[in-house]
């Protein structure tokens, strides 16, 4: 059995989390707050989907979190360094 599609899909959950939990420190607005999350939940559905149609042999579920993850990986980066910043919301 291969290790990787677990792994992956794991860290896919575990960046969603830590992207949606730091959006409200980082974004001013209600609204924008709302807009935001409903733009990665979209777009994580939309890639999360194609990676399924895509890869046909692979566990489905693991597939769809793993592609889920992967749109939230570049803003929860984004969200760390500003934290590690010390930034404030914007």
């Not at 969603?16 to 979209?42: D, E, M, Q």
């Amino acid at each position: 059995m291969n290790a990787l599609p677990p792994i992956l899909s794991v860290a896919g959950v575990a960046v969603t989390i830590y992207t949606h939990w730091r959006l409200g420190n980082f974004v001013r607005g209600a609204g924008r707050k709302l807009a935001l999350r409903l733009f990665l939940v979209l777009l994580g559905i939309g890639v999360g989907s194609a990676a399924v149609i895509t890869v046909a042999e692979a566990n489905s579920a693991m597939t769809f979190l793993a592609g889920f993850g992967l749109v939230h990986l570049p803003p929860s980066i984004v969200l760390m360094l500003k934290r590690l910043r010390g930034e404030g919301r914007s």
